[in-house]
């Protein structure tokens, strides 16, 4: 998993509340085995038309986002079914940060096993992320993982909180294999004992 300590990148915003897992990688993609290759699919249903031309109303199609690495967007992002592959899509379309007023559990625990930062900051901090991301175009924030806090170069900076596990765990690049393997001396004489 690719460390994360300091990220400086452009913003997009999804400005809708209780996006579902439905809705960021339809269950239609969900037949590939691998991790890789799931963010042609993120948001499919609202980033594409019927004939599979791109649906020009949707934010993540502007094209000063294109190169977008930072979401911020509403409350209660990933809701419903606990697929992994909506943190697989967000991570292979390019972002390494989700910003929000809440998450729901299941992929809020998901993102911190696939590298990606989701980052709780208030209704007012958000509304506020919104402004600036349409004023200065392209938008960016600096995400500094090691200091818990969020800037940007106008003058916004704010502190967030993380559980100091998952917070190192991030910092290192450590997802549950790579946990694992920091014993893999204690796992090795384990199994040699056992014969």
């Given at each position: 998993m690719q460390a994360f300590t300091v990220h400086q990148g452009v913003v997009a915003t999804l400005d809708r509340a209780n996006v579902d897992?439905?809705?960021?990688?339809?269950?239609q993609f969900l037949k590939r085995i691998e991790r890789s290759g799931f963010g042609q699919f993120l948001f499919f249903d609202w980033r594409f038309a019927a004939d599979g031309s791109p649906n020009p109303a949707f934010?993540?199609?502007?094209?000063?986002?294109?190169?977008?690495?930072?979401?911020?967007?509403?409350?209660?992002?990933?809701?419903?079914?606990?697929?992994?592959?909506?943190v697989w899509a967000l991570a292979d379309y390019g972002f390494r940060c989700v910003i929000a007023p809440s998450f729901a559990d299941i992929f809020f625990n998901n993102c911190f096993k696939n590298g990606v930062l989701p980052i709780a900051l208030t209704e007012a901090d958000i509304d506020e992320l919104f402004e600036r991301a349409e004023t200065h175009l392209p938008y960016r924030l600096t995400v500094d993982l090691e200091n818990c806090r969020i800037r940007d170069e106008h003058g916004f900076e704010r502190p967030f909180e993380i559980e100091p596990f998952r917070r190192e765990c991030l910092l290192h690049g450590l997802d549950d294999i790579g946990l694992t393997l920091q014993h893999e001396d204690k796992i090795t004489a384990f199994e040699a004992a056992q014969g």
């Amino acid at each position: 998993m690719q460390a994360f300590t300091v990220h400086q990148g452009v913003v997009a915003t999804l400005d809708r509340a209780n996006v579902d897992t439905d809705q960021i990688i339809p269950k239609q993609f969900l037949k590939r085995i691998e991790r890789s290759g799931f963010g042609q699919f993120l948001f499919f249903d609202w980033r594409f038309a019927a004939d599979g031309s791109p649906n020009p109303a949707f934010e993540l199609n502007r094209p000063e986002w294109s190169e977008a690495s930072i979401l911020v967007t509403r409350r209660n992002f990933g809701s419903g079914s606990s697929r992994e592959h909506a943190v697989w899509a967000l991570a292979d379309y390019g972002f390494r940060c989700v910003i929000a007023p809440s998450f729901a559990d299941i992929f809020f625990n998901n993102c911190f096993k696939n590298g990606v930062l989701p980052i709780a900051l208030t209704e007012a901090d958000i509304d506020e992320l919104f402004e600036r991301a349409e004023t200065h175009l392209p938008y960016r924030l600096t995400v500094d993982l090691e200091n818990c806090r969020i800037r940007d170069e106008h003058g916004f900076e704010r502190p967030f909180e993380i559980e100091p596990f998952r917070r190192e765990c991030l910092l290192h690049g450590l997802d549950d294999i790579g946990l694992t393997l920091q014993h893999e001396d204690k796992i090795t004489a384990f199994e040699a004992a056992q014969g």
